[in-house]
């Protein structure tokens, strides 16, 4: 399978569990891999036969800086959702790190595979 990838994303969101991590929004890193079957874009050259990954960009960002989550397996599970929304993504990776949220680490969080069987 084919796929379109979203590197180093950075969104300013509340995240955690601790008064102090509910105070201040933090920095959030995600990164996304979306499975989609590419032949027809390829073949046309053609955008409305991909996947807008700028679209997919925003709304994940948008949705991680306003979504108050206290954890980010729950953040990640989010945006695991807002990208199959996407009719053409049939699966997703999704990787949510809070960078210097534990001392001594550069970042610590999760990695999720989701697939649209996953939320039926």
Known sequence: MDKIFIRDLIARGIIGLNDWEREKAQEILINIELFVDLRQAGDSDDLQSSVSYSTIARRVQAHA????????????????????????????????????????????????????????
Do not use: H
């Open 65 to 120: 800086e306003t979504a108050g989550r206290l954890t980010v397996e729950a953040l990640a599970n989010d945006l695991a959702r807002i990208c199959l929304e996407e009719s053409r993504v049939s699966r997703v990776l999704v990787r949510v790190e809070k960078p210097g949220a534990v001392r001594f680490t550069r970042s610590v969080g999760v990695e999720i595979e989701r697939g649209l069987k996953d939320y039926v």
